[in-house]
T-cell receptor
């Protein structure tokens, strides 16, 4: 299957600082990537769709100015949590459709996730 | 809007036995995809199996198989010869063919495998 990486895997920051998380498709190109948030023992909550070359599309209730998304190239999307607060602590996961042996863009492949802790 | 329902928050199975995880969904679309993803303690989401709605044949991947009942909008996952490494959270997911790749997830089923 296709490989998606995320960096960093774990980050601890102070309240009020900004944190950037990178998502890369390693062996395929992705014009679209997705960012999810997951709380313990819960399902994935879609935050936004990252589009290469255009603005991201945010889900209802997600603050655009707080969660900045930049899709800089066909293999890289970044999520920046600005002015982070303890309530932003969570597990963030990215995904990208495409690649792999199973019918290209109809299957999403996930990064390993980033655990953000805001003190 | 599409919804995906996993009615079993937790399931357990003895090693080497078979277990079935349930998933139902609601949609007005006729063409779509269904997936089962596994999330082990590492929290890496791993694709287990994929089913295209227009294919009547149930998908299989080694010890994993599905029972896809399109009319009933049911998509259950059967794990045969369960192994300790199968212990994980399992998510059922839906994607419409024209839905811009977005997935709709169920709430998940936590599977425990007892030695």
């Amino acid at each position: 299957g296709a490989v998606v990486s995320q960096h960093p895997s774990r980050v601890i920051c102070k309240s009020g600082t900004s944190v950037k998380i990178e998502c890369r498709s390693l062996d395929f190109q992705a014009t679209t990537m997705f960012w999810y948030r997951q709380f313990p023992k819960q399902s994935l909550m879609l935050m936004a769709t990252s589009n290469e070359g255009s603005k991201a599309t945010y889900e209802q209730g997600v603050e655009k100015d707080k969660f900045l998304i930049n899709h800089a190239s066909l293999t890289l999307s970044t999520l920046t949590v600005t002015s982070a607060h303890p309530e932003d602590s969570s597990f963030y996961i990215c995904s990208a459709p495409g690649g792999g042996k199973q019918s290209s863009t109809d299957t999403q492949y996930f990064g390993p996730g980033t655990r953000l802790t805001v003190l | 809007a599409q919804t995906v329902t996993q009615s079993q928050p937790e399931m357990s199975v003895q090693e080497a036995e078979t277990v079935t995880l349930s998933c139902t969904y609601d949609t007005s679309e006729s063409d779509y995809y269904l997936f089962w993803y596994k999330q082990p303690p590492s929290r890496q989401m791993i694709l287990v199996i994929r089913q295209e709605a227009y294919k009547q044949q149930n998908a299989t991947e080694n010890r994993f198989s599905v029972n896809f009942q399109k009319a009933a909008k049911s998509f259950s996952l059967k794990i045969s010869d369960s192994q300790l490494g199968d212990a994980a959270m399992y998510f059922c997911a839906y994607k419409g063919r024209g839905s811009n790749y977005k997935l709709t997830f169920g709430k998940g089923t936590l599977l425990t495998v007892n030695p």
